[in-house]
């Protein structure tokens, strides 16, 4: 059955006439050849046949914020040309689109992305779609031919290794995309070449056991940067990304500027500006930094790789100052790891963000299936400390001393009344980023330990690193009470912020290999998806807690699941994990039950909305 069908279009309409049987104006489709089925994603319908050509129906999330992003970023482009900050730059001479944006989709697979890009954002002029497989571009041309000559007009055909298309064409693409199946590494030093100035640059990475520090040599070979292992592994994973493009920008005297980084399910997605300015060069080692980290507990530290100096009126350049810890953790005695040099600098733009909120928000689902999904990670994208890297993980910072974890609220409220800042992050439901130091937190844990009691606690090796931690009086009284600054979001506010996605979604095969559909995909619900789906997709929750390497989406492989209800979007429900669930792990992880409050109540898990679970929410 054709995808118009299946959606309820009668197939008079399909065949070029409307329903009293009269010639439409639109063009009839071209037939659908032997073997073939039809798949619509937004206003673009691509042909398909088995795993021939690679597509990933859970990816439908990032090109609906790619297009989003297209959007806001074309606006503020015709902007900034009207008022001068960038120079207007002629078109390819004799190319599509003279005078009008320039994209490149370096790997397009079946060109899904490139034709919604071209049905679904108008601003833009010649979309270059590449791909050096050449069943991949007989696809692309294919798939463009049957989606009408609106597509057929824009959108030029390259059969090409990508990276030979970007060095050719220097500074020539207002906008490239680049989505490999795993690491974009090799793709990032001919990309930097090839944006032009002010330009605008989305890379999405799926290597996530790499960048999370599970393969950490494989992350250094890819990067030049170590990764360190811990539960912040995802938001590093952002930040060396981000070092890595700005180190390949420096050295044709050019720097990025990010716009949103973000890491969703298996993969990072991050958009950044390239600009070319010798000057702001000499301030890229201050934008990055090592990382220490205690091997014994789960404080860290940053330690600049350059920093910038006042010096009689002008800014001088040193190198970073250091070193940024003792030789042994101040709390547990142990070592430290280290790793880096990561980008130290914030990973998003709060006005940009906004915008980007005002545009999904005008959309909705009818013009953006994921369009729930990704306003709760915009949201929390917004309310994270843009000068605050890192962050902890409050059910690993309490397990580390064998104690039972307060509510986040209580948590975060304890470090405002100490004189510090907090927020959550977009990249785990228990996340405190936070300007404290970690002196201070662990101050606020062992307060916390004291008002358990003694038999909240279990060490039994007074040597441990756990017993050296409690050892320590703290320093400063912590307030628990719940504070109005300390609030993720406000009561009224009911948007979700970590939504579950369907069964079975996450990563499939490369193309070209069999479909392997598994027996219990046959019969999986097409909705929401319920917790145990999340478990098993995740491949036993990926490694415990989020220091397991791509959310636990590399652990458990989806093959082609099918994915119906979330392309649909607003007809899959929306499930956002509750509280409860997340303190069931903890449950799960120590053996203790999570502390009741109010006389020993425990809130009904409908009223808990605040805290989902990390593993389960991923995929994990």
């Known amino acids: 059955m054709s995808e118009a069908a299946d959606k309820g279009v009668p197939s008079e309409a399909v065949a070029g006439t409307d329903a009293a049987g009269t010639a439409s104006s639109s063009p009839p489709k071209p037939k659908i050849p032997e073997g073939y089925t039809t798949l619509k994603e937004g206003k673009a319908i691509i042909l398909k046949k088995g795993n021939e050509v690679f597509?990933?129906?859970?990816?439908?999330?990032?090109?609906?914020?790619?297009?989003?992003?297209?959007?806001?970023?074309?606006?503020?482009?015709?902007k900034e040309l009207g008022s001068g900050p960038i120079k207007k730059k002629a078109g390819a001479k004799g190319g599509k689109g003279h005078g009008r944006p320039r994209l490149l989709e370096g790997?397009?697979?079946?060109?899904?992305?490139?034709i919604r890009y071209a049905l679904e954002v108008p601003e833009l002029g010649r979309i270059d779609a590449n791909d050096m497989d050449a069943n991949a571009a007989a696809a692309i041309r294919r798939n463009v031919e049957y989606n009408g000559p609106e597509a057929a007009a824009k959108i030029q055909v390259l059969h090409s290794d990508a990276r030979l298309t970007m060095l050719q064409t220097p500074k020539g693409y207002d906008v490239v995309d680049?989505?490999?199946?795993?690491?974009?590494?090799?793709?990032?030093?001919?990309a930097i070449q090839a944006v032009s100035d002010g330009g605008l640059l989305m890379v999405t990475a799926t290597d996530m056991a790499?960048?999370?520090?599970?393969?950490?040599?494989?992350?250094?070979?890819?990067?030049?940067?170590?990764?360190?292992?811990?539960?912040?592994?995802?938001e590093m994973a952002l930040r060396i990304v981000l070092a890595c493009l700005e180190t390949h920008a420096a050295r044709y005297k050019r720097h990025i500027v990010p716009l949103l980084s973000l890491s969703v399910d298996f993969y990072v997605r991050i958009f950044v500006r390239v600009y070319t300015a010798p000057n702001e060069v000499k301030e890229s080692p201050s934008r990055l930094a090592y990382l220490w980290q205690s091997s014994g507990c789960d404080s860290f530290w940053l330690q600049p790789v350059g920093q910038k100096r006042q010096h009689n009126g002008q800014g001088k350049f040193m190198p970073g100052s250091g070193p940024a810890v003792e030789p042994r953790c101040p709390d547990t005695g142990s070592g430290f790891i280290m790793g880096g040099p990561?980008?130290?600098?914030?990973?998003?733009?709060?006005?940009?963000?906004?915008?980007?909120?005002?545009?999904?928000?005008a959309g909705g689902t009818q013009k953006y299936a994921q369009a729930v999904k990704i306003r709760g990670y915009l949201l929390s994208a917004s309310q994270e400390l843009p000068d605050a890297p890192l962050y902890y993980n409050l059910h690993d910072i309490n397990k580390t001393v064998r104690c039972t974890a307060p509510k986040a609220d209580q948590f975060r409220s304890a470090i405002v009344h100490a004189g510090y800042r907090v927020s959550g992050s977009h990249a785990c439901p228990l996340a405190l980023k936070t300007d404290a130091p970690p002196s201070v937190v662990w101050d606020i844990v062992r307060c916390w330990v004291k008002r358990q009691g003694a038999s909240?606690?279990?060490?039994?090796?007074?040597?441990?690193?756990?017993?050296?931690?409690?050892?320590?009086?703290?320093?400063?009284?912590?307030?628990?009470?719940?504070?109005?600054?300390?609030?993720?979001r406000k009561k009224d506010d009911k948007t979700p912020r970590f939504v579950h996605n369907p069964a079975y979604w996450g990563p499939k095969a490369r193309h070209g290999r069999p479909d392997q559909t598994r027996p219990q995909e046959q019969q999986r619900p097409q909705?929401?998806?319920?917790?145990?789906?999340?478990n098993d997709v995740g491949g036993k929750r990926g490694g415990r807690g989020n220091k397991g390497g791509g959310r636990g989406g590399h652990g458990g492989d989806s093959g082609d699941g099918d994915a119906a209800a979330a392309l649909k979007g607003d007809e899959a429900p929306v499930v956002e994990m509750a509280e409860a669930e997340a303190e069931a792990v903890m449950v799960e992880e120590t053996g203790q039950e999570q502390p009741a409050e109010d006389g020993g109540q425990k809130r009904p898990a409908e009223e808990i909305v605040d805290e989902p679970d990390a593993k389960q929410q991923r995929g994990e």
């Open 55 to 78: 597509y990933n129906e859970a990816q439908v999330t990032n090109r609906d914020l790619s297009i989003a992003a297209l959007h806001v970023y074309l606006s503020r482009r015709e």
């Open 456 to 488: 909240a606690i279990a060490i039994r090796d007074p040597e441990s690193y756990s017993a050296k931690l409690l050892a320590k009086e703290p320093a400063i009284e912590a307030n628990f009470m719940v504070v109005a600054q300390a609030m993720v």
């Open 342 to 361: 990561i980008w130290s600098a914030p990973i998003h733009d709060v006005d940009f963000i906004q915008e980007l909120l005002t545009e999904i928000q």
């Open 210 to 234: 790499n960048l999370c520090g599970n393969n950490p040599t494989a992350c250094w070979a890819n990067y030049g940067i170590y990764p360190v292992h811990r539960p912040y592994c995802h």
């Open 527 to 534: 909705g929401g998806g319920d917790a145990a789906a999340m």
């Open 107 to 114: 790997l397009a697979a079946t060109g899904l992305r490139s």
């Open 178 to 190: 680049l989505d490999p199946y795993g690491t974009p590494a090799n793709l990032l030093d001919s």
